[in-house]
């Protein structure tokens, strides 16, 4: 479905990778939670722009590739760059789901 945007206000939510949690578990809770007050707001008439951090996320991908590498010889090390883009992928994953 396309978007289409409505004659509604405009809101930019931008969620700080600490408003996430610090474990996947708690960051699919914290989601699911926000995603209902995200769905409220279009339903009102809202736009809704989502954007969102990912540092503690990122270093919890990039600490456990690091701790996997230096513990067996078939996982590399992981950059930041990589990283990064794995944690927008979950966020932006679970984000989506919840929201639909």
């Given amino acids: 479905m396309a978007y289409e945007k ?45 954007s969102h951090g990912n540092g503690p996320q990122v270093g919890m991908i990039n600490n456990a590739f690091a701790y996997a590498a230096a513990n067996d010889d078939k996982t590399p090390d992981m950059p930041f760059p990589e990283a990064g883009a794995m944690s927008q992928g979950y966020i932006g994953y679970q984000l989506s789901q919840a929201i639909l």
């Fill in 6 to 50: 409505g004659n509604g206000k405009t809101v930019v939510i931008a969620l700080g990778g600490n408003a996430l949690g610090n474990t996947p578990q708690e960051q699919l809770e914290l989601v699911r939670n926000t995603a209902k007050h995200i769905v409220d707001m279009i339903e009102e008439g809202t736009n809704v722009v989502v």
